[in-house]
């Protein structure tokens, strides 16, 4: 069963991220030409990279509602109504009449379905993981837990890769007029993959559990903030170093590619970053998974936090040059390398701070804090480096860094829960098994 979980919750995650990081790559590729009045460039990118992060907006609402809903009615439940409307969302997307068909109401509803949305994802990944957590066996949670973030970066790269078809078969003209419809429509077969995919994985020993001893919290929210207020905000603060993230894919691609930024790069190859970036993610968030299994949760949020924050200098900078080769390797190295050895850890880490009964809140709840900041930062970034200003490189990657760097000082703050048994986690007493004892425990469990 725990091999089951994983492999639903790297598809549901994958399928369901996919939808995600589509409006992302839209929001920086063909929405500032679409859902709003022409005029400035600068004014129409910073509105529509603010609708992208209005579903982050909407995350902690859906965190709180849906983390109850996870934890009060169990983590299968969750998981099914969290495809369902993210997938009548972005179905919805497809079909919307542009700026000027219908004027200011496009951009009104572009905002009302990134809202569901981000209500919607709220749930995911909080729900996937402590699927997975609870399924999987003592010494290796951090190994199964990676698969769910290992579907989010296979997300990530169908979102990029439906467009590059597109935009290499396309006029222009076609692509932006009806072309770029095409990957939101598609949703509706990830909506009925998913549910086929997630209704063979069974209900949580833990939360069966639980739910048979009636130990289901009855507010789950307001016990988590109680006993676990500290973590909460351990794992906010931890949750910002996905500014690796929007800065190579967001604010990166705006970079690179509008206009007023006189880089030129072109759209197609542009696409190609994340899509080879997130080819390497694939390759080693299970090994790093595996690492933090062996030593141990916290040296691996420090050094990916910390070394993926340096190398965003040298991404930006390779983009102003227009120097596609680097940019590539800089790329890889920042967001596909080192940025995965943070999250190929922190699912399982997450999970691991808080006990049964607050688990899917309390992952969701943080998580989805931290993601709601983080996700103004493409917009903060265009305001403080519009286009036409010097320097950018420096002032973004310096931003980018002194994030990270708040990351791994709550990281180093967090304990460390790898040896922690399931019955134990999210106690500040529990009791972690002896490094000889573990080790045999993964020994058998291989």
Request: glycine content about 10%; charged content about 15%.
């Amino acid at each position: 069963m725990a091999n089951k979980a994983a492999a639903s919750g790297w598809v549901g995650s994958a399928l369901e991220y996919y939808d995600w990081f589509l409006y992302g790559t839209a929001a920086a590729l063909v929405f500032p030409g679409i859902f709003f009045p022409e005029g400035s460039s600068a004014v129409a990118l910073i509105a529509s990279l603010g609708t992208y992060a209005v579903g982050y907006v909407a995350r902690p609402i859906g965190a709180a509602v849906l983390g109850h809903w996870g934890d009060r009615r169990g983590r299968k439940n969750l998981l099914f109504l969290c495809m369902m409307l993210m997938g009548a969302s972005v179905f919805a997307i497809g079909l919307l009449p542009t700026y000027g068909q219908i004027g200011i109401l496009a951009p009104i509803l572009l905002v009302l379905l990134r809202l569901v949305q981000g209500f919607a994802v709220a749930g995911e990944l909080s729900g996937a993981s402590a699927m997975i957590t609870e399924h999987a066996p003592f010494g290796r949670r951090g190994y199964y837990a990676s698969f769910s973030l290992h579907g989010t970066q296979g997300g990530q790269i169908l979102a990029a890769a439906a467009f590059l078809p597109l935009t290499a078969l396309l006029s222009d003209e076609a692509f932006r007029s009806w072309g770029w419809r095409i990957p939101f429509l598609l949703s509706a077969v990830i909506m009925v993959a998913g549910y086929i995919i997630r209704r063979r994985v069974e209900e949580t020993p833990v939360f069966r559990d639980k739910n048979a001893r009636q130990e289901i919290a009855k507010a789950p929210i307001l016990e988590v903030l109680r006993k676990s207020g500290l973590d909460v905000v351990r794992a906010v603060c931890m949750t910002l170093v996905n500014v690796i993230g929007v800065t190579v894919s967001v604010f990166g691609a705006a970079y690179a590619t509008q206009p007023g930024y006189g880089i030129g790069m072109s759209e197609s190859v542009y696409l190609w970053i994340p899509v080879v970036a997130n080819l390497v993610a694939l390759a080693v968030i299970p090994l790093f998974g595996d690492l933090s299994d062996r030593f141990g949760r916290r040296p691996l949020m420090i050094v990916g936090s910390l070394g993926a924050g340096l190398l965003s200098y040298a991404y930006l900078f390779a983009v102003s040059q227009n120097n596609v080769p680097f940019a590539v390797v800089f790329a890889i190295l920042t967001w596909g390398v080192l940025y995965q050895v943070w999250n190929a850890t922190f699912a399982s880490f997450f999970q691991e701070l808080f006990p049964a009964r607050t688990r899917v809140t309390g992952f969701a709840l943080s998580q989805n804090i931290g993601l709601a900041i983080t996700a103004f930062l493409p917009s903060i970034f265009t305001l403080v480096a519009p286009p036409g200003s010097s320097h950018v490189p420096l002032t973004v990657g310096t931003l980018c860094f002194g994030i990270t760097i708040i990351g791994a000082v709550a990281a180093w703050s967090a304990r460390e829960t790898h040896r922690v048994p399931v019955e134990e986690l999210g106690k500040r007493d529990g009791e972690p098994v002896s490094r000889e004892e573990f080790a045999r425990i993964r020994a058998e469990t291989r």
